[in-house]
């Protein structure tokens, strides 16, 4: 007996003290540093040779199928091989969005400071909702920068790091149910969406973004309680309009609560009357929020800062940092003015004395949270303030410089250009002015066609019944140089088109 107990001592041991080379999830020092190396000797190929690759290019098929296919190893593989498949069939096909000539969706390359700090916040892998850990002190003072960046106050406010956009507008419409719920003597949290109260209603232009919608039908609220207001000419909510929805509404027995005003639609960059909207809401007991996924800090160049002139008065804002700041994927934050409202919207404790009254779980839908507030950190430490609204007033300056070179030429038609980084045109030579249809089905044909040919990235989109080409310029190296590479594949592509 005892000889069969020593043996199964020693295979115990035997699998306690080498555990960590045998299970394939730890390496010695050594070769730690060893694949590090290679890993830093990747990622260097990989970022100073992105302006000489295409910007995009198709998945082929037998790519497609050997990611898809592989099979589930039975036992680890070795760490080069590893690496030598994703240089193969990862690295080479990437989304585009690395290349200055990318202007397609919002998507920015990301800071070279926070990728490399990334190792580190997988090194230390901690839960930025719950613990007493330096992670969460860090998101505090992350979200503070946010907010004065964006013009916000930070006196009373309150902020939570989440995946991006969407989540951001979800978080804070949250907040604004809450308050509004608590205004009226009763709680959402406690009662739901049971009892006997008038019916929410919210208020969005018909330029605003579909996470709104998606919110609000998450909350169990329907898209029927969201009453959609004209916009005007410019692209802006019709304050007007939108104070006659609200009064026929309230007559109606409905329960209006939120205005979702933009700052930077993604359509084309319109931001919404902000003072004037703050002026309503206040004077109607309306939450003001607004989604400045994409435009938010656009408020960073002087040159549009006065669109901005009344943000310091919403009551919430949903912003986007892997859009316009750079910050890697995925890394939204929502910025709520009522810091209590947001709080009492998502927590669990009861009393502010308790120990984790303040973690950033607190905040959140999310319990379990990554440390997204370094990424975010590091790239605004590193470029401060002044880096980062230099970065964005070259994308805007880029964006008029790119409108100015469209209104130059015969063949092709400018639709909007500003005050953001947007412009949408469309190819159309005078012959075609007349056929509609026929426009509509060359544009979206041509957009598909320069996207294959990978010397550029636009993307195309219907506006108004117009199919149309969209350049959103958010990558910090976009030069003029790339700007008439655009203009002239637009022109190559489409006059090939048309000899077809």
């Known amino acids: 007996m005892l000889g069969g107990k020593g043996k199964e001592l020693d295979l115990i041991t035997m699998t306690v003290t080498g555990f960590r080379t045998d299970t394939g999830l730890a390496f010695e020092p050594e070769r730690l540093r060893r694949y590090g190396d290679l890993v830093l000797d990747e990622l260097e190929r990989y970022l100073s040779g992105i302006e000489e690759r295409p910007v995009w290019q198709p998945l082929p098929v037998e790519i497609r199928q050997q990611i898809s296919g592989q099979s589930l190893p039975e036992e ?4 080069e091989e590893t690496l030598t498949l994703l240089r193969e069939l990862i690295l080479p096909y990437p989304q585009g969005n690395g290349h200055p000539r990318f202007a397609g969706w919002i998507n920015s390359a990301p ?3 926070s990728i490399l700090l990334k190792p580190l916040a997988a090194a230390m892998n901690p839960n930025c909702g719950i613990g007493d850990h330096a992670g969460q002190e860090l998101e505090r003072c992350a979200v503070h920068w946010m907010m004065e960046l964006a013009g916000l106050p930070t006196e009373g406010s309150a902020g939570v790091f989440v995946s991006g956009g969407s989540e951001a507008n979800f978080t804070c419409l949250q907040a604004a149910r809450y308050w509004a719920a608590e205004q009226d003597g009763w709680n959402v949290r406690r009662e739901g969406l049971q009892g006997h109260h008038p019916p929410f209603v919210l208020y969005q232009s018909d330029q605003g973004h579909f996470s709104i919608r998606r919110s609000i039908e998450a909350m169990g609220l329907g898209s029927s309680s969201i009453h959609i207001v004209p916009s005007t000419p410019d692209y802006r909510m019709d304050l007007a309009a939108l104070e006659r929805r609200i009064h026929e509404d309230r ?34 007991g309306l939450w003001l929020h607004v989604d400045g996924a994409y435009g938010a800090f656009g408020i960073l160049d002087e040159r549009v800062a006065p669109l901005y002139r009344g943000i310091d008065q919403v009551d919430s804002l949903a912003t986007d940092q892997h859009k316009w700041l750079s910050v890697p994927i995925d890394c939204g934050c929502a910025l709520v003015r009522h810091g209590a409202a947001l709080h009492d919207a998502f927590r669990l404790t009861q009393s502010d004395d308790e120990d984790d009254a303040n973690w950033m779980s ?4 999310q319990r379990t949270r990554r440390f997204r507030a370094l990424d975010a950190w590091a790239t605004v430490r590193t470029a401060g303030r002044a ?5 964005i007033s070259n994308n805007i300056s880029m964006a008029r410089l790119l409108a100015h070179e469209v209104a130059a030429q015969p063949e092709l038609e400018l639709i909007s250009g500003g005050p953001l980084s947007i412009v949408r045109f469309r190819y159309a030579p005078p012959t075609l002015r007349d056929e509609p249809t026929l426009l509509n089905r060359l544009n979206r044909q041509l957009a598909r066609e320069i996207q294959r040919r ?4 636009l993307t195309s989109t219907c506006l108004r019944g117009q199919e149309l080409l969209r350049a959103c310029l958010v990558h910090y190296a976009t030069t003029a140089d790339d700007i008439q590479a655009m203009v002239d594949e637009v022109l190559t592509v489409g006059r090939a088109l048309c000899d077809l």
């Open 387 to 391: 880096g980062l609204a230099r970065a």
């Open 76 to 79: 680890g593989q070795p760490f």
């Open 454 to 457: 990978g010397r550029v990235f």
């Open 251 to 284: 007559a109606a027995g409905l329960r209006p609560f939120c205005v979702a005003a933009t700052a930077g639609t993604v359509e084309t960059g319109a931001i919404d009357p902000l003072q004037e909207l703050a002026e309503l809401c206040h004077a109607e």
């Open 362 to 365: 607190e905040y959140t839908l």
């Open 111 to 113: 800071s070279h400071a």
